[in-house]
T-cell receptor
């Protein structure tokens, strides 16, 4: 079945860039998403990218997709304390009826 | 614009009992999906409802069932609760005319089974 892998923890200094990585196994993945979850809260949709794109930029967020290596990354520029959260990568073939397949999440820790 | 809302926020049940969780979709959204998030894990897809019918299902047993109402709100029912059902249950809705995989999540219901 599909599998999505992420590193469990990432620690960065405030003001630096954070790069969160994700790999997936399903070659049929068409849509890939990044979600943010703060303690005790639901998931906030940050951004998404279609498989026919290589890069997408949205303010401080840059998503890079290497479809050949099935590798997705999320770069957060100028990381702030408010960015401290768990970041989930998710994928789907499309259509929605199979739901999203999520990784286990990366805990982003901000050092002052 | 009101986002996805869920009730109750927290719930404690004992093994063998039944539970109903509720979700109101975001305004302008007509598709609802349910996920189970165990502690330290990513969300796992339970099922999706569209036009009051189940539109897709993940690897969950039949004791997990749902409903969608004409106003697009939804319920998740779990019968014969087991200890492993303890989790955060997340509801997500998708906009009308959009792709149902672009999903906006509610805050979740924390279910504890004792």
């Amino acid at each position: 079945g599909e599998d999505v892998e992420q590193s469990l923890f990432l620690s960065v200094r405030e003001g630096d860039s954070s790069v969160i990585n994700c790999t997936y196994t399903d070659s049929s993945s068409t849509y890939l998403y990044w979600y943010k979850q703060e303690p005790g809260a639901g998931l906030q949709l940050l951004t998404y990218i279609f498989s026919n794109m290589d890069m997408k930029q949205d303010q401080r967020l840059t998503v890079l997709l290497n479809k050949k290596d099935k590798h997705l990354s999320l770069r957060i520029a100028d990381t702030q304390t408010g960015d401290s959260a768990i970041y989930f990568c998710a994928e789907t073939e499309g259509g929605g009826a199979d739901g999203l397949t999520f990784g286990k999440g990366t805990h982003l820790i901000i050092q002052p | 614009e009101t986002g996805v809302t869920q009730s109750p926020t927290h719930l404690i049940k004992t093994r063998g009992q039944q539970v109903t969780l509720r979700c109101s979709s975001q305004s302008g959204h007509n598709t609802v999906s349910w996920y189970q998030q165990a502690l330290g894990q990513g969300p796992q897809f339970i099922f999706q409802y569209y036009r009051e019918e189940e539109n897709g299902r993940g690897n969950f047993p039949p004791r997990f069932s749902g409903l969608q109402f004409p106003n697009y709100s939804s319920e998740l029912n779990v019968n014969a609760l087991e200890l492993d059902d303890s989790a955060l249950y997340l509801c997500a809705s998708s906009p009308m005319g959009g792709r149902t995989d672009t999903q906006y999540f509610g805050p979740g219901t924390r279910l504890t089974v004792l």
